[in-house]
């Protein structure tokens, strides 16, 4: 049996104490009367705690509680330190683990880096230990850890008295390899994070005030526990740092609240280390105005953490001032995966904060499609009037035009003023050039980005960004995260042909992203878990052409066509070279989209008689997507829509 969703551990040792399910009934009053007569009916507080961890795993969840605290008082608790083996590959699987607390990570010979991760309450080697196989993958802890290791000893001896044991054993495998549902495909999803680390960075210290926002905003949507050196000394005086009660206490925390943050102090000493030991992730807070310089302590927790699990926060008085100096801080820290702005008088930042942190971040991932692309605009403004908070924006080509926008602080209709300005009032994509290195001329489209964005760097956004352009140097997509806002968007939408490639500092040449990938949902997921909105552009209906290609004329009789003021009519209709290169650029389109179960995946209706560069009825798309979108929310919210309450659902966690 297993606690319902939202309960702790803690109460579901209680609770499974005093309950019998009909299902395990007779087995379990045996086992009882077994346990009274061994005197062994009192548990610690341990084997408690792994018998209902046993217990919410497939293999044992029809075991009576009884026998797995048997089991768990037969078996040995084992403490590993950050980076030390468990299992090794090819080794003998002589016993197996249920994780008390920490996580680790899983690695194969054959691949680079980590192929899945294991948290609290999960099974480690328990296949190859009953089907006799030897250990397919090693594991490493990836913080301080504690597991109950079960040999074969172990559960022989328990399993003598207690027939449910090898029941639940029998059952799981029957079910497993009738459903051939391998466990790699099960550990593919990263394990949530349990705790972090609170790092002062640069010339900073953790004011008392900044961890008052911390508590509300994580006591707002969690059940977190906060932690302190003075928190130690107080329960435990005059007990070193590193004894093992307090490392028993802190893992009994663990069991009882969804989110242990640990507050490290401003020197490298060792309770600063345990935090760090003891961290799934750290974040780096600094006063934005303080020296960006690194300091010792943050030194030490990036030398243990890799770049996937180290988040930068720059606190700021208010949201007044434009952001400024945020790649002195990036600079120093190159291996750092993610920075946050967060302001003191914005609680939503803190909540932002910590949805990126409890893998609940909400995404909007935004297709390339030329002038269609003015649809996200509509579909962005009716999900954040129905109440979404997005807290992560991408985009390829006009898609990532669009969000930048956004990004920058922008609303809808301040943006499809700006789409006017660039592509109706200054004309910027119908300016043609010589024919040498494009067809139009870059100039007064890049005058115009630059007007449009100014020079802002992505890095000092508030919001998320990031957008998405080919590298035809690397012949790999390009994700911008830095650098000046106009700049990514420019490379993003240079469609090939039609303006000339841009070039980066290093020597890279940038294209449109559609070449590569129309839209970035792989790269959103990369870079955070959680939700999303996707806009695409879904195929219309094939377009036939009744046009008769011998009469397609050459050079000599298109020049005189040209010249006579009638002869242009009496050219085949035959699309324009732009058009061409439009359409060749959403030609190549994924069919299938791996939407996640808390996705949403919105297909504007777009009229076949706008064309992709026919930006002259950019107002139109915006205002019909933001009117379906809107009756598509009302319907489905009606429905009581599972993916679109989790979306709604982010502004209020």
């Not at 551990?9 to 499974?16: E, N, T």
């Not at 394990?191 to 210290?205: D, M, N, V």
């Not at 301040?414 to 139009?440: C, E, M, Y």
């Amino acid at each position: 049996m297993r606690a319902p969703s939202g309960q702790s551990r803690a109460s579901a040792v209680r609770r499974l104490s005093c309950v019998v399910s009909f299902g395990r009934a007779s087995s379990t009053l045996e086992e009882t009367k077994v346990m009274d007569s061994q005197g062994m009916a009192q548990m610690s507080s341990v084997d408690s705690l792994a018998a209902s961890l046993l217990s919410a795993t497939l293999m044992f969840d029809r075991a009576s509680l009884l026998a797995l605290e048997a089991l768990a008082a037969e078996s040995d608790r084992r403490v590993l330190r950050r980076g030390e083996v468990l299992v090794r590959e090819g080794d003998a699987s002589d016993r197996f683990f249920i994780v008390l607390s920490g996580r680790f990570t899983v690695h194969k010979e054959d691949s680079n880096g980590s192929v899945a991760e294991i948290a609290q309450g999960e099974l480690i080697g328990e296949i190859g230990f009953f089907a006799g196989l030897p250990r397919t993958a090693t594991v490493l802890a990836a913080r301080d850890s504690i597991v109950l290791e079960i040999g074969r000893n172990h559960f022989e001896k328990a399993a003598e008295t207690l027939p449910s044991l090898r029941e639940a054993v029998t059952v799981f495998l029957a079910r497993r390899f009738a459903t051939q549902s391998p466990r790699s495909s099960r550990l593919k999803e990263p394990a949530k994070i349990r705790t972090l680390a609170i790092i002062a960075a640069g010339g900073s210290r953790i004011s008392p005030l900044l961890i008052q926002h911390l508590r509300q905003a994580f006591g707002a949507a969690t059940r977190a526990r906060f932690v302190s050196r003075l928190d130690i000394q107080a329960k435990f005086p005059g007990l070193p740092i590193d004894d093992q009660r307090i490392l028993n206490w802190l893992n009994e925390l663990e069991a009882e609240a969804q989110f242990i943050v640990y507050v490290a102090d401003e020197e490298p000493n060792e309770w600063t280390q345990v935090c760090i030991r003891q961290a799934d992730t750290v974040l780096l807070l600094a006063n934005a105005s303080c020296s960006p310089r690194l300091n010792p302590s943050e030194e030490l927790a990036l030398s243990v953490h890799p770049p996937s699990t180290s988040r930068l926060v720059l606190v700021h008085d208010n949201r007044s001032a434009a952001v400024s100096g945020t790649s002195a801080w990036l600079d120093e820290r190159p291996y750092v995966d993610q920075h946050h702005h967060v302001a003191l008088d914005d609680g939503a930042d803190f909540q932002r904060l910590v949805r990126f942190i409890s893998g609940k971040a909400l995404g909007f991932v935004a297709a390339g499609g030329g002038s269609l692309g003015s649809a996200h605009l509509g579909v962005y403004k009716a999900f954040v009037e129905a109440g979404a908070c997005f807290d992560y924006l991408g985009g390829t080509s006009s898609g990532a035009a669009m969000m930048a926008g956004f990004a920058r602080g922008l609303d809808a209709d301040q943006i499809d003023r700006g789409t006017h300005s660039i592509f109706i009032k200054s004309r910027a994509f119908r300016r043609p050039t010589l024919p040498h290195f494009a067809l139009l001329d870059h100039k007064a489209f890049d005058r115009a980005l630059r007007l449009e964005y100014g020079d802002v760097l992505i890095e000092d956004l508030w919001l998320p960004f990031f957008a998405l352009s080919t590298n035809l140097s690397s012949r790999q997509p390009h994700v911008h995260r830095r650098g000046k806002l106009w700049h990514a968007v420019r490379a993003s939408g240079s469609i090939p042909g039609v303006l000339p490639p841009f070039f980066t500092d290093d020597g890279d040449m940038l294209v449109d992203g559609a070449i590569m990938n129309n839209l970035p949902l792989e790269q959103m997921t990369e870079l955070k878990t959680g939700p999303n909105v996707i806009v695409t552009f879904g195929s219309s209906a094939p377009q036939k052409y009744d046009i008769d290609y011998d009469r397609i004329p050459g050079v000599s009789e298109l020049a005189l066509a040209l010249l006579n003021p009638f002869g242009r009519a009496r050219l085949p209709r035959v699309p324009s070279m732009l058009q061409v290169i439009a359409s060749s650029m959403l030609a190549h389109r994924p069919q299938d989209i791996a939407v996640g179960e808390e996705d949403i995946l919105v297909c504007p209706e777009v009229a076949n008689t706008i064309s992709f560069m026919d930006w002259s009825r950019h107002s139109e798309l915006f205002s019909d997507a933001y009117d379906r979108t809107t009756r598509w929310i009302e319907e489905h919210l009606r429905q009581n829509d599972s993916a679109l309450r989790a979306v709604l659902g982010t502004a209020h966690d």
